[in-house]
């Protein structure tokens, strides 16, 4: 339990309800986890401290890595996963030091998508820019590998409305050693994604998607099914914010990175009632 105010305390509770502070004058204290051995793990102030089942504190990890640490978690070897603000996944030992552990991480292991920017992995080599080639908005981004590491998508949002939700999804493809943008599924300027072709055209009859709420408007990679196809997420909210109905389309590519929509399947309401 963690008391409110700042700095803050931990509070030890026993199961017949006696309280106790087990830890006291934490700042910038965002998350914590107990291991198999009763350890306690925080982050706070910018690194990760671990304190005893008595109380001892010290320093698990002080590295850059740490810093910034908003979800933690320790398997049954001791090892502590990280989930930092840029939604990155990092694995710690149990020394405390950093290695590689993230979903951000190609396939292969040779690029590694770090804060908007694809880097040669274990070095600092901005190969692509994310952020600056899509003037992406927010933190809020995702990069979702193909299985050879030949391509990638990559969910981000770009400037939008305040109060709306807008998020697009963008190929790239690795040519020699550059990585290539290819054809985007929504470059028009339709306000609805799903008002543009080829979308629109693989609707099923009688659907109309100027009924969806302009202001939840969404399409991701949801996965690639193999090296050459990806699956899209396109959920249609009703003004609420309930979701009304979803389509998922089937994307085929050629080897020059060209794409068909070879399948569009809209979900079941079971399927939608285990999306929510």
């Known amino acids: 339990m963690v008391d409110e105010g700042w700095p803050v305390s931990i509070?030890?509770?026993?199961p017949e309800g006696a309280k106790s502070t087990f830890a006291a004058d934490l700042e910038n204290l965002r998350n914590l986890t107990v291991d198999a051995t009763g350890n306690v793990y925080v982050s706070s102030n910018y690194a990760i401290l671990r304190f005893a089942p008595d109380g001892t504190k010290n320093t698990f990890s002080s590295a850059s890595e740490a810093d910034e640490a908003w979800?933690?978690?320790?398997?049954?070897?001791?090892?502590?996963?990280?989930?930092?603000?840029?939604?990155a996944v990092l694995k710690f030992d149990q020394s405390g030091t950093p290695i590689i552990f993230s979903r951000d991480l190609s396939p292969d292991k040779q690029w590694d998508y770090k804060a908007g920017e694809i880097v040669k992995a274990g070095a600092t080599q901005v190969v692509l820019d994310l952020n600056q080639e899509l003037e992406v908005y927010g933190p809020e981004t995702e990069i979702v590998w193909a299985p050879d590491s030949k391509r990638f998508g990559f969910n981000y949002s770009p400037l939008h409305a305040h109060h709306t939700t807008y998020e697009k999804v963008a190929f790239y493809q690795l040519r020699g050693d550059k990585w290539v943008a290819l054809h985007s599924p929504s470059d028009a300027s339709e306000p609805i994604q799903l008002l543009q072709s080829p979308l629109k055209d693989h609707l099923p009859k009688g659907?109309?998607?100027?009924?969806?709420?302009?202001?939840?408007?969404e399409l991701k990679l949801r996965t690639w099914a193999d090296t050459n196809t990806a699956i899209l997420y396109a959920p249609c909210y009703e003004r609420s914010r309930d979701l009304k109905t979803a389509f998922l389309f089937t994307l085929k590519f050629?080897?020059?990175?060209?794409w068909k929509i070879?399948?569009?399947?809209?979900?079941?309401k079971k399927e939608l009632e285990e999306e929510q």
Do not use: Y
């Not at 979800?71 to 939604?87: C, E, I, P, Y």
């Not at 050629?254 to 060209?258: L, Q, R, V």
């Open 254 to 258: 050629d080897d020059a990175g060209n």
């Open 11 to 14: 509070v030890k509770i026993t």
């Open 207 to 217: 659907f109309n998607p100027r009924h969806c709420a302009p202001e939840w408007d």
């Open 71 to 87: 979800d933690l978690a320790v398997d049954r070897s001791g090892n502590v996963f990280v989930r930092n603000r840029h939604d």
């Open 262 to 268: 070879i399948k569009a399947h809209q979900m079941s």
